[in-house]
T-cell receptor, first 115, second 113 residues
Framework: AQSVSQHNHHVILSEAASLELGCNYS??????LFWYVQYPGQHLQLLLK????DPLVKGIKGFEAEFIKSKFSFNLRKPSVQWSDTAEYFC?????????????WGAGTKLIIKP | NAGVTQTPKFRILKIGQSMTLQCTQD?????MYWYRQDPGMGLKLIYY???????DKGEVPNGYNVSRSTTEDFPLRLELAAPSQTSVYFC????????????FGPGTRLTVL
């Protein structure tokens, strides 16, 4: 079955620490992958996306993610986090379901940055 | 562009009451979606639409209904509200060729007591 797994439900880091959030997917077709971010009290916003080409993609606010096909992974990274990165992060894969495509979502990772 | 707008922002319902959550997008997107978000569960797709007059069930459609009479609007109807429908509801839209990159509204926080 198609699924997305985010291994860490909660992550707590200090400012300036490096961040890596794991995302693994289970889908056999052509993958389109997304990371969305939800700041406290706000709606989901696109952080970055991978459709094809360079497996290292850069997004907004200094975030990047690497698509590793052999590992079915799309991990999110940031070299130095800031207090303002406190948010919930969701990984999603665009998967074919019946005659249409749907986003399959991970459960999310809550990131708390200590000032 | 306002993007995707949702009303109301908050609502408290009593068990058995009904209500409609409104969603409007001004980006001329063909595809629209309704999700519910429960703590630690990610987003679950309730219903989606690929164009005016066409709707289909998602993963968790029970207790909900939708209609899509125009490209812009995609209301979600709750009939006979139950405590299990307490959640945050998000509407989203996307367009053909976007690989399903979705644009989200601000959400409606619904409590059923």
């Amino acid at each position: 079955a198609q699924s997305v797994s985010q291994h860490n439900h909660h992550v707590i880091l200090s400012e300036a620490a490096s961040l890596e959030l794991g995302c693994n997917y289970s889908y056999g077709g052509t993958v389109n992958l997304f990371w969305y971010v939800q700041y406290p009290g706000q709606h989901l916003q696109l952080l970055l996306k991978y459709f094809s080409g360079d497996p290292l993609v850069k997004g907004i606010k200094g975030f990047e993610a690497e698509f590793i096909k052999s590992k079915f992974s799309f991990n999110l990274r940031k070299p130095s986090v800031q207090w303002s990165d406190t948010a919930e992060y969701f990984c999603a894969v665009n998967a074919r379901k019946d005659s249409n495509y749907q986003l399959i979502w991970g459960a999310g990772t809550k990131l708390i940055i200590k000032p | 562009n306002a993007g995707v707008t949702q009303t109301p922002k908050f609502r408290i319902l009593k068990i058995g009451q009904s209500m409609t959550l409104q969603c409007t997008q001004d980006m001329n997107h063909n595809y629209m979606y309704w999700y519910r978000q429960d703590p630690g569960m990610g987003l679950k797709l309730i219903y989606y639409s690929v164009g005016a007059g066409i709707t289909d069930k998602g993963e968790v459609p029970n207790g909900y209904n939708v209609s899509r009479s125009t490209t812009e609007d995609f209301p979600l109807r709750l009939e006979l509200a139950a405590p299990s429908q307490t959640s945050v509801y998000f509407c989203a839209s996307s367009y053909p060729g976007s690989h399903n990159e979705q644009f989200f509204g601000p959400g409606t926080r619904l409590t059923v007591l």
